[in-house]
Nanobody, 127 residues
Framework: QVQLVESGGGSVQSGGSLRLSCAAS????????MGWFRQAPGKEREAVTC???????RYADSVKGRFTISRDSAKKMMYLQMNSLNPEDTAMYYC?????????????????????WGQGTQVTVSS
């Protein structure tokens, strides 16, 4: 049974940093494509970043240069380093995983493209 558990959310001031973690279990971590999504109140869930099994990364334009995704297959962990946070980054952040083929993250992905989800961790950025 695939399980994803996020941690690391919290409240920070504008310009601050946070590092989110996603602990995976129940599957062959290295075979799955992973991503981070976020959902602000009253808005649709949106893709933040995606990472292929070969390490290829894709970022939403709104976070390019500020956020960095990484994965550690040995620890079955995925991370999202978020720097220069601003109030527009305030949202519930979700970890997601799915099986696919190489090149999966080369194009923008939607929530429906991912099969497995964590419960989310809240990030709040104050001005």
């Amino acid at each position: 049974q695939v399980q994803l558990v996020e941690s690391g959310g919290g409240s920070v001031q504008s310009g601050g940093s946070l590092r989110l973690s996603c602990a995976a279990s129940g599957y062959v971590f290295s075979s799955y494509f992973m991503g981070w999504f976020r959902q602000a109140p009253g808005k649709e869930r949106e893709a933040v970043t995606c990472i292929d099994t070969d390490g290829t990364e894709r970022y939403a334009d709104s976070v390019k240069g500020r956020f960095t995704i990484s994965r550690d297959s040995a620890k079955k962990m995925m991370y999202l380093q978020m720097n220069s946070l601003n109030p527009e980054d305030t949202a519930m952040y979700y970890c997601a995983a799915t099986l696919s083929v190489l090149g999966f993250c080369a194009t923008r992905r939607l929530p429906a493209d991912f099969r497995y989800w964590g419960q989310g961790t809240q990030v709040t950025v104050s001005s």
